[in-house]
């Protein structure tokens, strides 16, 4: 069975540029999570989707960043336009119960 | 919100010797808990959870982990340390189930051959 799946693996932008990042969940898992490490702090959590509808968003830092699940398979990330402080790694997850399982995450530098 | 502490943010133990990296949480409620491994250039892998069940949870390749309510602590050991070990390692824990994870800064063992 594949694992939870991410694009690109590294993208490098200039600030106030436009990133998409996406996620593809591991197959029949309905929820869908987003989570940012930046260097040198903790994982923290942005966003869930429960199928295709936002389920809790709270930890999205701002209007900056949208996230997308069209049909609830596959979602997207963008972040426009992006400012230095939105360098890290972005972590997805999925899960069908209490555990959730992450992909390789996305490494995105902002200059 | 939830809390996770992780003690040191550095670990190093010499190949053979006992691994143990602390992980103490600040909820209320008995939490689901986990410990995640990511490899260099790798992804998130579990390595073990505690979902209510026996206190002394065993993992893959050779770890386990005790959950004390009365500590609020799960922290993580290996008997002997091999050099494939090396990586690092993060404690999370979740509330309920669907709920979002709440990490600590994790850490990161170093094994002295």
């Known amino acids: 069975e594949a694992g939870v799946t991410q694009f690109p693996s590294h993208s490098v932008i200039e600030k106030g540029q436009t990133v998409t990042l996406r996620c593809d969940p591991i197959s029949g898992h ?35 960043f949208l996230a997308e699940r069209t049909g609830g398979t596959y979602s997207t990330l963008k972040v426009q336009p992006a400012e230095l402080e939105d360098s890290g790694v972005y972590f997805c997850a999925s899960s069908l119960s209490e555990t959730q399982y992450f992909g390789p995450g996305t490494r995105l530098l902002v200059l | 919100a939830q809390s996770v502490t992780q003690l040191g943010s550095h670990v190093s133990v010499s190949e053979g010797a006992l691994v143990l990296l602390r992980c103490n949480y600040s909820s209320s409620v008995p ?9 260099p250039n790798q992804g998130l892998q579990l390595l073990l959870k505690y979902t209510s069940a026996a206190t002394l949870v065993k993992g893959i390749n050779g770890f386990e982990a005790e959950f004390k ?20 390692y993060f404690c999370a824990v979740s509330e309920h189930t669907g709920n979002q994870f709440y990490f600590g800064t994790g850490t990161s063992l170093t094994v002295i051959p």
């Open chain 2, 69 to 88: 309510k009365s500590e609020t602590s799960f922290h993580l050991t290996k008997p002997s340390a091999h050099m494939s070990d090396a990586a690092e």
């Open chain 1, 30 to 64: 309905d929820n869908l999570y987003w989570y940012r490490r930046v260097m040198g702090k903790e994982i923290k959590f942005l966003l869930h989707f429960v199928k295709e509808s936002k389920q809790d968003e709270s930890g999205m830092p701002n209007n900056r």
């Open chain 2, 31 to 39: 939490p689901y808990l986990f410990w995640y491994v990511q490899y």
